[in-house]
């Protein structure tokens, strides 16, 4: 189980963490800032990957989200939303991760009437890098951020019906925006599942809190999660390294 347990790491502070992951053995969820994109010294990048995979570690990537939407009504932000994704691919090539997360960059109030057209801009922006996924042996996984419910997701999905574009279910973002159990969440999106992103939080703000210090009803997460994705990655998104050794200690209560 411990080798699929992830940590986030915010990539310009990879090598301040890195001894500690390799120390301690966990693997690390490497999340890629457009900044961090603009500025990689590309040689840097291949020496840390080179160290990660020298350790035994796997790694997963996070993808750069903000102001990015892939299923945008205008071209120029789905162009721009493409370049970073070069850019997030030629990473992968270095890293190797299981799994690469992404955003969806949808929302109700957002789009509103305008959700068929969001999709299928979604579903071809998100065909064009499927064959990328599968010459890396990865997968996309796109994760709940404003979703109240599954629907929109399983859609996406669905119209893209390719064992590498599958789904990051972040219990911590369920527990603020949703409307359905997460019972129903599972049902509808279980067998999907690639990765988790594990937090806790009190259904207000996106507090990132070790599991066990918010109001997530952690054994039935783990239970459903073990149940419908028994392979799937489990990603810590602590952001300090306390939360992410309070966390360490807290998740075999749950295995």
Known sequence: MKNRIHAHVPYPQLPEYLPYLVERHINPEIYLPAEALDRMAWEELAVQAHAIHTAGLAVTIHSPFMDLSPGALDAGIREATRRRFHQV???????????IVV??????????DNRLAWLGN???FWR?????ARELDTVLAVENIFEKEPSTLRALLEG???????????VGHWNMFTTVRMEEWFAE???????SHIHDNHGQTDEHLPPGEGEIDLDLFFGLLKHYAPDAAWTIEAHSIEHLQRALKTIPNYL
């Open 89 to 99: 691919f030629k990473a992968a090539e270095l890293l190797r991760p299981r799994v």
């Open 128 to 132: 064009e890098f499927i064959p990328c």
């Open 160 to 170: 893209i019906d390719d064992p590498r574009f599958r789904h990051c279910f972040d």
């Open 122 to 124: 979604s579903i071809e």
């Open 189 to 195: 999106l279980g067998p999907y599942i690639a990765e």
């Open 103 to 112: 955003h969806p960059g949808f929302d109700d109030l957002h789009y509103g």
